[in-house]
């Protein structure tokens, strides 16, 4: 039901021409050249952090199944920050917050989706991965193929291209309110539902299913592998064998933990709950902080891509010794 002051459908309102206002930090004007040095440095160093790492396990001759999502997952961080943080920033700097067209807010948010719920299938993906290291190891080699990895990342990419373009269509076919003003430092969806001319529910459905189809689906996979893999280690006597098989895990656990507590908190509750500033908070995280944690869990707990990072500075000081 239009709500009273909304735009007609035929008009510039849902024209690509018309643009969005988005607000930001514009109530932290005092904050806003020590936010913008920190968004700074923390995005700068996301993209070496990351960048860094799909270089070294490029380069690296024979990957592993592991090291080849790993790979894929900072190229997905890479992607997911590049389209979220320059707008981030623009904002700190324009005092009056930043325009952003019609066409490029439904990019964004397309993109935005799409990026995360890829990263949520790969993360079901690199499940599976450990799910079939551990308990059935002597078939490791055979299921876990180079080609079956490639098509495993295609349909992970497609999968969440598909549901976000949905998604994405739903949101902006709605009927908007002479109010364009965005209160977010981007167009997330939860922010851009907020200024639909609706009364009821009927929105907030396609939200829904995309939260079915790209959380609880590959969160019920992730959480099938690991009750699996618990209970094949239930069976192993030895404690050095169980630690070993719990090492593996523990990265990836890591990073499922800190994607699906943010995205969980953000996406699966009512509109009647919304609230801009938890929002801009729990954005700021998953948006800037996690990407930044990644690469250091990469590093920190990972035997492989420790080893694959050496081997790239050895060759880059035998270069520059050359």
Avoid at 114 to 136: H, K, N, P, T
Avoid at 161 to 188: E, K, N, R
Avoid at 242 to 249: L, M, P
Avoid at 250 to 277: D, E, N, V, W
């Amino acid at each position: 039901v239009p709500c009273e002051g909304c735009m007609e459908r035929d008009n510039k309102s849902t024209d690509a021409t018309m643009e969005f206002l988005l607000l930001g930090f514009s109530e932290l004007l005092c904050l806003r050249v020590l936010l913008f040095l920190i968004f700074l440095v923390v995005h700068l160093v996301t993209l070496a952090g990351n960048a860094m790492i799909f270089m070294a396990v490029v380069m690296e001759p024979s990957r592993s199944p592991m090291l080849f999502f790993l790979c894929q997952l900072s190229v997905i961080e890479l992607c997911y920050t590049l389209v979220i943080v320059p707008k981030a920033l623009l904002s700190l700097i324009v005092v009056d917050g930043s325009t952003i067209s019609f066409v490029g807010c439904a990019a964004q948010m397309h993109l935005f989706v799409a990026l995360g719920g890829a990263e949520c299938f790969l993360l079901a993906a690199m499940s599976y991965d450990r799910y079939v290291a551990i308990c059935q190891p002597l078939h490791y080699v055979a299921v876990m193929t180079e080609g079956f990895c490639l098509r495993l990342a295609v349909a992970c990419c497609l999968g969440g291209f598909a549901v976000a373009l949905g998604l994405t269509v739903a949101v902006f076919c709605l009927p908007f309110c002479h109010s364009h003003h965005i209160d977010h430092f981007f167009c997330d969806v939860p922010a851009v539902l907020h200024l639909a001319c609706t009364q009821n529910y009927t929105p907030e459905l396609p939200l829904l299913a995309a939260c079915v189809l790209l959380l609880l689906l590959p969160f019920l996979l992730i959480l099938t592998s690991y009750v699996c893999i618990a209970a094949a280690l239930l069976h192993v006597t030895s404690s050095v064998g169980r630690g070993k098989a719990f090492s593996t895990c523990i990265l990836h656990l890591s990073i499922t933990f800190l994607h699906y507590g943010c995205a969980t908190f953000t996406y699966i509750r009512p509109k009647s709950s919304y609230s801009p500033a938890q929002d801009k908070m729990v954005s700021l995280v998953y948006t800037n902080i996690t990407p930044l944690l990644y690469p250091f869990i990469y590093s920190l707990r990972n035997k492989e891509i420790r080893g694959v990072l050496r081997k790239m500075l050895r060759r880059k000081k035998v270069a520059q010794l050359n």
